[in-house]
């Protein structure tokens, strides 16, 4: 089973060179800390900031360099920073090739639940909508169960939606999972020490499980 640390070095396997990437905040923005050695990655914060690096060390933050979700980061030679009419111009015109982003629900056909929890107290969908429907490939990462063991992959999402049939893969701390075309799980990749069986009875919607089912293996 892998921690979240774990589920941000199995998401900066699927980075590819030369490429623009969003990471929304929670366990995504642990991705920038683990790009592979030999690929080049612009990371981009809809907050206005292009070339993020990793988080600093402690001692080193700069309180006026955050991402959007408010925590302090780094940024690599070359980095910009722009007006957030800029920023969503980019992502609007599709130039942002990949967002990773957190949720609380993803449904079977790639609904995305993960802005609000009806009577708790928030303060916005933020870039999320706009990163749901604009984004070239969409990546969820998320725990597979919330803290009662109630399943998050479910067969249709009971809270109120981001982004309808959007979601490409979701990567969790039991499974790598691939949201099929027409509907339901397909199982790619599970953690380590974790058993098909335990992913079948952690996963609410309908879960296609072909041949022998590898275990990730973690960089």
């Known amino acids: 089973m892998l921690d979240k640390i774990g ?5 900066a396997q699927e980075l590819k060179d030369n490429t623009y990437v969003n990471l929304g905040i929670g366990i995504p923005t642990l991705v920038a800390n683990y790009v592979p050695k030999g690929i080049s990655v612009e990371f981009q914060s809809e907050n206005g900031v292009l070339g993020m690096g990793p ?3 402690e001692g080193e933050e700069d ?3 955050i991402n959007a979700g408010k925590q302090t980061i780094t940024a690599l030679d070359g980095a910009v920073y722009f007006d957030s009419a800029t920023s969503f111009a980019m992502i609007r015109g599709k130039h942002v090739q990949l967002t990773v982003l957190g949720a609380m629900e993803v449904s079977e ?3 995305i639940a993960n802005w609000k929890i009806p009577g708790k107290m928030v303060k ?3 870039g999320a909508m706009d990163l749901v429907a604009s984004a070239e490939n969409i990546i969820v990462a998320m ?5 009662k063991g109630e399943s998050k992959i479910l067969t249709k999402c009971s809270l109120p ?3 309808v049939s959007c979601v490409k893969k979701i990567i969790t701390n039991l499974a790598v999972l691939e949201v099929m075309p027409q509907g339901g799980f397909k199982l790619l990749e599970r953690a380590p020490g974790v058993s098909v069986e ?7 919607g309908s879960l296609l499980i072909k041949g022998s089912i590898s275990e990730m293996q973690i960089h």
Do not use: V, Y
């Open 7 to 11: 589920i941000a070095k199995r998401i």
């Open 55 to 57: 988080f600093p060390f």
């Open 63 to 65: 309180a006026d360099l």
């Open 109 to 111: 056909n790639g609904d």
């Open 124 to 126: 916005g969908m933020g």
């Open 143 to 147: 725990m597979h169960t919330n803290k």
């Open 161 to 163: 939606l981001t982004g």
């Open 198 to 204: 335990q992913i079948k009875s952690a996963t609410e």
